[in-house]
């Protein structure tokens, strides 16, 4: 007697969500992506871990240097260098995360192709990959925070939503970017200059407070305007909530989300044969 599942894949006909629990089931192969990611980001690299929390840290050092000067040493009683690195490592993720998922599906062609597997796990697996380069960045704020003096308050206990937040504005962001790198390799060359786009058009080296306020909740469908002013708050106990932004970013986001899962179960039938 053959016990061999069989499964049969049609294109979808309309949008009708996607199965969630499938992909739960395939949660090793996740996992598997995930170390394999780690793997390549770290293997023979001496000074790995150093490069992580390099970037944000020269980023602000130069920052600071150059800014202080036009903004004072602090932001509303937070230290200036404090108050952009806390940002940068909130940036470093999102901007990894994005370039690592626009070329996803390429990269795992091979995958892609001869496996059956939800192929949205690829682009979640090399995102939560990513995490742990936030992990590493994040190491050295309790020692820039003792420096300033800076110590947390009950507001930290938010920072698992805004990490949450960060991670559905990535995962969101990068399905649209997966399946259209997959057909249009014109993305790729694209998305640095994007992705300096979006530096400064969120707030990083500023706060959203200098955006004039009938202006600052149409700045906030930005998905990274909630984020990164939710981090401040989490970490930095700055007064007051940014409870209006976040749930402006996170509509946003969720919205984002949806268009990328409608956009990927369109491209989803066709997605091997053009990659």
């Known amino acids: 007697m053959n016990d061999t599942a069989m499964v049969r894949i049609r294109p979808p006909r309309r949008w009708n969500g996607f199965d969630w629990r499938e992909m739960w089931d395939r949660r090793e192969l996740v996992a598997a992506v995930v170390r394999h990611e780690i793997q390549m980001r770290y293997r023979q690299t001496v000074l790995g871990v150093v490069w992580v929390i390099g970037q944000p840290l020269v980023t602000t050092l130069i920052l600071s240097i150059l800014l202080t000067r036009l903004t004072g040493k602090s932001h509303e009683g937070i230290p200036y260098p404090l108050f952009v690195y806390v940002a940068m490592t909130s940036w470093a993720y999102i901007s990894h995360g994005l370039t690592k998922s626009a070329g996803c599906f390429v990269s795992y062609a091979g995958l892609v192709n001869r496996v059956y597997l939800p192929r949205l796990l690829v682009p979640l697996s090399v995102i939560l990959a990513a995490l742990v380069d936030f992990a590493v960045a994040l190491l050295l704020l309790p020692v820039v925070m003792a420096y300033y003096g800076v110590t947390p308050s009950l507001t930290i206990l938010a920072l698992p939503l805004v990490i949450a937040l960060m991670i559905l504005t990535v995962f969101g962001m990068g399905i649209w970017l997966a399946v259209l790198n997959a057909k249009f390799r014109d993305i790729a060359y694209a998305l640095p200059f994007l992705l300096q786009l979006g530096l400064f058009s969120s707030p990083m080296f500023y ?69």
């Open 207 to 275: 706060g959203s407070d200098i955006i004039p306020l009938p202006w600052r909740w149409l700045y906030a469908l930005n998905p990274v305007v909630g984020i990164v002013e939710g981090m401040r708050w989490s970490l930095l106990n700055g007064q007051p909530a940014p409870t209006a932004l976040m749930l402006i970013s996170t509509g946003a986001a969720l919205v984002i989300l949806s268009g990328g899962l409608y956009l990927y179960q369109r491209r989803e039938p066709t997605l091997a044969d053009v990659i």
